[in-house]
């Protein structure tokens, strides 16, 4: 699950555009920015950020600094937990070769000192947005932890099947791989309708206006 791998399986596999987003952490998106532009793949930088209350939250940018930011802002508010890779698996982070940069020291797959509201404010401070995760699933999602989908900020809603049985209250819905394995990736593309407004700009990054507009024509 290399950042180069990533890429690589992406662009094999027909997807256009993917995010990293990673437990709690940002630390891989500046090599995955160099993969992908590679590739050939448009890049998003991400976390999957776990709050205090125990839900999984897509945080998206359009830049790796914004993303590193809020993942220095979560490092810092995680328990002292150390990771034990040999029980927990290695929490590496790799540069543009896959060479190792170094480990991160606090296992990641814990919850990190600020509410949904507090993270909120925050990605929206840095420029980003964020869709809930796997809100049909039975843990670690808004559903299963606080038994509804509150308002929010949400771009989207990220589901595992369209046309479950959870109240989405009318917000737009996506899949994504969710891939925790190499075989994973890709299996759950979807399409943005982008309306001819360019995506990318100047810079080579996404803008986040187009991307969002984009998100309010998914299905709900």
């Not at 949400?154 to 891939?179: F, H, N, Q």
Request: hydrophobic share 40%.
């Amino acid at each position: 699950m290399s950042p180069s791998a990533i890429a690589r399986i992406v662009r094999e596999r027909g997807v256009q555009l993917a995010a990293l987003t990673d437990h709690n952490s940002a630390l891989n998106c500046p090599a995955f920015d160099s993969a992908c532009r590679k590739e050939g793949i448009i890049p998003l930088f991400g976390i999957e950020a776990q709050g205090q209350e125990e839900c999984h939250i897509l945080c998206l940018f359009s830049r790796p600094e914004d993303a590193l930011h809020l993942s220095g802002e979560l490092y810092d508010l995680m328990p002292p937990v150390m990771n034990i890779p040999e029980k927990m698996g290695d929490q590496v982070y790799v540069d543009e070769n896959d060479d190792i940069l170094g480990e991160v020291d606090k296992y990641l797959v814990t919850s990190a000192d600020i509410d949904l509201e507090g993270l909120c404010t925050r990605v929206e401070e840095l420029g980003g947005i964020l869709i809930p995760a796997h809100v049909d699933r039975p843990a670690f999602s808004l559903t299963s932890q606080l038994g509804f989908i509150p308002d929010g900020p949400w771009a989207a809603l990220e589901v595992v099947r369209m046309g479950g049985e959870v109240d989405t209250r009318g917000y737009p819905l996506i899949t994504s791989s969710d891939a925790h394995y190499i075989e994973h990736i890709g299996r759950r593309p979807f399409e943005l309708d982008t309306a001819d407004d360019e995506l990318i700009n100047r810079e080579g990054r996404v803008r986040m206006d187009v991307l969002r507009a984009a998100l309010s024509r998914r299905p709900r």
